[in-house]
């Protein structure tokens, strides 16, 4: 793979650090599962995002003339042969594009030299433990020189409000990833609902466990290398706790299955709901709330452009769920009023209880600001109906061509006093992947069916 995309990213941050700026991005640490395993190894998303290198134990520097230097695992053929290849810093600057590469045993030597006579310097703030108070090490040596005529930086800058900015919007090199990281995960979502029609045609004992093998079979047989998240494969019930963690509860027949996951490829997120009969074939009480929340899906989707509002997809989903909810007799009008008093006092909160979506790109909840940069000084007061609370609002973000977002509206009925039997317990999510264009969006998650006969078939096959 060519490094011009992330030479041309180094090169973006560098024009925004000052001439005199100097950037610090750490990798991720390995952290031990228990003894002497650890979990598997993931990178950090900022350093990657400028690097494309994936070993742990590595540093990425940036200075405000656009260079860039590289710390990492010095070449050791004992631990090679133990732990597996490394690059090593004689071959980092001719495979990742880098100007200077050293061990990173040399760190706490280097850094207080590369520190000195800058202006500001630049970190992800509150992400790595730890570093906040290595950088204050480091500038107290620099410190330490002053009287010499050295200069030490008198800003430390969050780096994130620079990074955050740029991974808000993908490239195309990023959005074919993204695609194709959707299209392995609705593989895995179709083998899943396959797998629990054929298992209880045939009368098996079937698990969550047993679906959310078949999620992470597709998902390895794709190339992906791990879980975006850990998957939800949550029966019956349990579809109503919103982050339940796929476990050993049985697949009944009669009863729903909700399948929250998606694979990470190639460093890049896919995350897809999607709500099933787990016999292939839905009741009336739970095809009505199924059709209810795929109608406010649609509504959001069309909400979902270039210029629009990060927020009004939301909006579009509560104004369909309220009616819904009022139609179908989950809310009683003599007790919450009209639709718009729905909405007004929150009372479709009961059933629906999380926003409509949030950005996605290397991590699954990505980052990037979800208020108009241009506006954040437009903040405006309301009271919350349900805490009192008051909520200062700004802006939201004005959705540009290539912001990934998540579509995923939902109802959750827990029983409680006045709401219709025939809807207890049922809990419905939709879920898709959609990249903002000039006219609308593209759904990129669309390879697993949503259409409540569309899965029906699916099933039966
Ligand atoms: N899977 C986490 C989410 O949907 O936000
Ligand atoms: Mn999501
Ligand atoms: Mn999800």
Same mark, same amino acid.
């Given at each position: 793979?060519?490094?011009?995309?992330?030479?041309?990213?180094?090169?973006?941050?560098?024009?925004?650090?000052?001439?005199?700026?100097?950037?610090?991005?750490?990798?991720?640490?390995?952290?031990?599962?228990?003894?002497?395993?650890?979990?598997?190894?993931?990178?950090?998303?900022?350093?990657?995002?400028?690097?494309?290198?994936?070993?742990?134990?590595?540093?990425?520097?940036?200075?405000?003339?656009?260079?860039?230097?590289?710390?990492?695992?010095?070449?050791?053929?004992?631990?090679?042969?133990?732990?597996?290849?490394?690059?090593?810093?004689?071959?980092?600057?001719?495979?990742?594009?880098?100007?200077?590469?050293?061990?990173?045993?040399?760190?706490?030597?280097?850094?207080?030299?590369?520190?000195?006579?800058?202006?500001?310097?630049?970190?992800?703030?509150?992400?790595?433990?730890?570093?906040?108070?290595?950088?204050?090490?480091?500038?107290n040596q620099v410190r330490a020189r002053v009287r010499y005529g050295a200069l030490c930086p008198e800003q430390q800058?969050?780096?994130?409000?620079?990074?955050?900015?740029?991974?808000?919007?993908?490239?195309?090199?990023?959005?074919?990833?993204?695609?194709?990281?959707?299209?392995?995960?609705?593989?895995?979502?179709?083998?899943?609902?396959?797998?629990?029609?054929?298992?209880?045609?045939?009368?098996?004992?079937?698990?969550?466990?047993?679906?959310?093998?078949?999620?992470?079979?597709?998902?390895?047989?794709?190339?992906?290398?791990?879980?975006?998240?850990?998957?939800?494969?949550?029966?019956?019930?349990?579809?109503?706790?919103?982050?339940y963690r796929s476990d050993t509860a049985p697949v009944r027949n009669g009863e729903l299955v909700l399948i929250d996951?998606?694979?990470?490829?190639?460093?890049?997120?896919?995350?897809?709901?999607?709500?099933?009969?787990?016999?292939?074939?839905?009741?009336?009480?739970?095809?009505?709330?199924?059709?209810?929340?795929?109608?406010?899906?649609?509504?959001?989707?069309?909400?979902?452009?270039?210029?629009?509002?990060?927020?009004?997809?939301? +909006?579009?989903?509560?104004? %369909?769920?309220?009616?819904?909810?009022?139609?179908?007799?989950?809310?009683?009008?003599?007790? %919450?009023?009209?639709?718009?008093?729905?909405?007004?006092?929150?009372?479709?909160?009961?059933?629906?209880?999380?926003?409509?979506?949030?950005?996605?790109?290397?991590?699954?909840?990505?980052?990037?600001?979800?208020v108009e940069p241009s506006q954040v000084g437009e903040v405006s007061e309301r009271k919350d109906p349900l805490s009192?609370?008051?909520?200062?609002?700004?802006?939201?973000?004005?959705?540009?061509?290539?912001?990934?977002?998540?579509?995923?509206?939902?109802?959750? %009925?827990?029983?409680?006093?006045?709401?219709?039997?025939?809807?207890?317990?049922?809990?419905?999510?939709?879920?898709?992947?959609?990249?903002?264009?000039?006219?609308?969006?593209?759904?990129?998650?669309?390879?697993?069916?949503?259409?409540?006969?569309?899965? +029906?078939?699916?099933?039966?096959?």
């Amino acid at each position: 793979m060519s490094n011009s995309i992330y030479a041309e990213r180094r090169a973006r941050v560098a024009s925004q650090l000052g001439k005199d700026g100097i950037a610090l991005i750490p990798t991720a640490p390995e952290r031990p599962r228990n003894r002497d395993s650890d979990f598997l190894y993931r990178h950090d998303s900022y350093f990657y995002y400028l690097t494309g290198f994936r070993e742990p134990n590595a540093w990425l520097v940036i200075t405000g003339d656009g260079k860039s230097t590289l710390f990492c695992a010095p070449k050791d053929l004992e631990r090679e042969i133990w732990d597996g290849y490394r690059l090593g810093p004689e071959a980092a600057p001719a495979a990742l594009g880098v100007d200077a590469a050293h061990s990173v045993a040399e760190l706490d030597a280097q850094l207080p030299k590369l520190l000195e006579n800058r202006d500001a310097v630049w970190y992800p703030f509150a992400i790595h433990e730890g570093l906040e108070a290595r950088v204050g090490g480091w500038l107290n040596q620099v410190r330490a020189r002053v009287r010499y005529g050295a200069l030490c930086p008198e800003q430390q800058r969050d780096l994130c409000a620079i990074l955050d900015e740029m991974r808000l919007v993908k490239d195309a090199h990023e959005q074919d990833i993204m695609r194709r990281a959707g299209q392995i995960s609705a593989r895995g979502h179709v083998r899943a609902m396959k797998l629990s029609a054929r298992m209880l045609r045939e009368g098996k004992d079937v698990r969550e466990y047993h679906l959310d093998a078949e999620l992470m079979h597709e998902f390895r047989l794709g190339g992906s290398q791990s879980s975006a998240y850990n998957s939800i494969v949550a029966a019956g019930s349990n579809a109503c706790v919103l982050h339940y963690r796929s476990d050993t509860a049985p697949v009944r027949n009669g009863e729903l299955v909700l399948i929250d996951a998606g694979c990470e490829l190639d460093s890049y997120a896919s995350d897809i709901t999607r709500t099933f009969p787990a016999n292939g074939k839905f009741s009336g009480p739970q095809r009505a709330l199924y059709e209810l929340v795929l109608a406010s899906q649609e509504a959001a989707v069309a909400a979902t452009r270039a210029g629009a509002r990060f927020i009004d997809p939301h +909006e579009a989903t509560v104004k %369909v769920l309220a009616q819904g909810m009022l139609d179908v007799g989950l809310l009683d009008k003599n007790k %919450v009023g009209s639709v718009q008093d729905v909405i007004d006092n929150r009372s479709y909160f009961q059933f629906y209880m999380h926003r409509t979506g949030h950005w996605l790109g290397m991590d699954v909840h990505d980052c990037g600001s979800y208020v108009e940069p241009s506006q954040v000084g437009e903040v405006s007061e309301r009271k919350d109906p349900l805490s009192g609370e008051i909520i200062k609002n700004r802006p939201s973000r004005v959705l540009k061509p290539g912001m990934v977002l998540t579509i995923e509206p939902g109802i959750y %009925v827990r029983p409680a006093e006045g709401v219709p039997e025939r809807f207890h317990h049922i809990g419905i999510r939709i879920e898709d992947d959609a990249i903002v264009t000039e006219s609308g969006c593209d759904l990129i998650s669309r390879g697993v069916p949503v259409k409540p006969d569309e899965i +029906e078939a699916l099933m039966r096959g």
